[in-house]
C-alpha cells in the first residue's frame, strides 16, 4: 500500500555540466560568478570536453538517480517526489527552488550528490537553497554529508572488488577525491577527515590492508590547494606499478572522472609503465540507490 506524504519533496543536487560546446562560455560565466572567462579558458575547457566525446553525462546520470530512488521509495510504500537540480547549469537549484512554491511543498529533503562536507563546496549548495526560498514558508531538511552511512560504504567496496577481480595480484589502491584550496584545514573544515573515515571503512569492507589517498582536479589559482595530487601520487608509485584508482569523492561519472582520471591520470601514468585502472562509478547502480534510500528514508515525515 502506498501513501503520499503531503508537501513533502526530495532534492538531490550536483555542480551541472555544460549541455553542448556552445554552452560553455554561460557555464564557466556562472561558474566564475559572472566574471567573462578568457578565452583561453573556455578553448581549454572546450578541448577537455572533446576528449571525452564531446558531453557529460553527469544531467542523464542524476535524472536516473532521482527517478530511481523516487521508485525505490514508492516501492516501499512512500510516495514522495524525488527531484534534482544544478548549480552551475540547467535545471538549476534556483529554478527548481521555485517550483516547489508552486507546487505547495512545505517540507523539502535536500542533499548533495557528493558524501563529504566542506563549507566551500557542499556550503555553497546549501547557500543557493536557502537564498531560494527564504522569503517562503517551505522547512529546508538539508543533510550537510553522509559519508558514514554504512551501505555507501558497501557500494564503493562493491564496485572495489569488481574491478580487484581483473587485476593483478601486486595491486596499489589509489582514493581519491577532488581538491579544495588548504587553507579549509585551518578554518576546521571537516573535509579531509571525513574523507580518511570513508577511505578506512571501505578499506576495511574491502580487506585492503594497504591503501594511499590522493586528491585530483585541483583548479589554477593563486592559493595552494590540498595535497598530494594524483599526478604526483603516481610519480612516487614509479615503473611496472599496478594501480586501482578508487575515485571515493564522487558518486557519478563525469569530467572530473572521464578527464582527469581517464584521460589525464592514464595518460601520465602510461608513459611512466604504470598499469592504472579505475572503479566504476556509482552512477544508478542498485546498490547506490539504495544507500540515497536509506540515507533520507528516516527524514520522511509518517502520515
Known sequence: MTSTRKNTAILLMAYGTPSNQNDIEPYLTDIKRGRKPTTAEIEDLKRRYREIGGHSPLQEITAAQASKLESTLNSEGINVPVHFGMKHWHPYIAEIAQNFLKLGIRRLISLVLAPHYSSMSIGGYKNILQSSLANSQIEIDFIDSWYNNPIYHQAVSEKILQALKKFPSNKQVLFTAHSLPERIITEGDPYSLQLLASCEAVAKLSKIEKWSFAY??????????????????????????????????????????????????QTFARTRGINLQRTQSLNGSPAFIAALADIVRNRIPSN
Not at 223 to 240: F, Q, R, T, V, Y
Not at 241 to 256: A, K, R, T, W
Open 216 to 265: 585530483q582536479s585541483a583548479s589554477h589559482t593563486h592559493e595552494k590547494w590540498l595535497g598530494p595530487d594524483i599526478l604526483e601520487a603516481l610519480e612516487s608509485i614509479g615503473n611496472s606499478g599496478n594501480v586501482l584508482v578508487v575515485p571515493i569523492g564522487f558518486v557519478s561519472d563525469h569530467l572530473e572522472i572521464l578527464y582527469d582520471i581517464d584521460v589525464e591520470a
